[in-house]
């Protein structure tokens, strides 16, 4: 008697935690689901880093910061003009250009859609190579007693060179009318796999 008794309370119990567990508005949501899915889509792309925007990226980046230490190693100046707009510069190119590299290689552009990320990219291209030039003659005419900064104006026209190669391909990717290749191909590329993670997920029986 005293087991039916208990087993009548543990079915009544269940049953209660069941309709409370049904009725409760704290219910489970889809939000780990969704977040464990964004964390996913952070990697590393190698498309883009073989890429000839990803590999001049990377080849800018290196290039600035070569730039700027050579220029950081100058300990004496007269005048000085020259080698704080050089510094200013190839600090400013590498900073900013490392940033768009690490966006663009770890997919983060495909999280914010509201950015024209192709039009960004080409606006700091364009602006790099100006300043690089202007800079890299400044510097050349005030600044070339030291070897530093003989071989920090070498840099900043090697670097100048690469960001106009990438400036023009960028233009005419532009005219081609891709203004968001980067954008519709990472979008793309997403939405395939999503599919193909719903296609090939069981139904439940």
Known sequence: ????????????????????????????????????????????????LKSHFGILKAVEVVLSLMAFICIETVMMCSPCSGIYLFEFVSCSAFVVTGVLLLIFSLNLHTKVQQVNWSLTDLINTAVCTLFFFLASV???????????????VIYGFVVMVVYGVNTYLAVRRWRLGEQHPLQASEYMRARTASRGEVETRPEPQ
């Open 1 to 48: 008697m005293r087991n039916n008794e208990t087993e009548a309370f543990d079915g009544e119990a269940s049953n209660t935690s069941m309709m409370s567990g049904a009725s409760s508005p704290y219910q489970p949501t889809t939000e780990p689901v969704h977040a464990g899915y964004v964390f996913r889509s952070i990697r590393c792309d190698l498309q883009y």
């Open 138 to 152: 400044v510097l050349a005419a005030l600044n070339h007693q030291s070897g530093a900064e003989i071989l920090a």
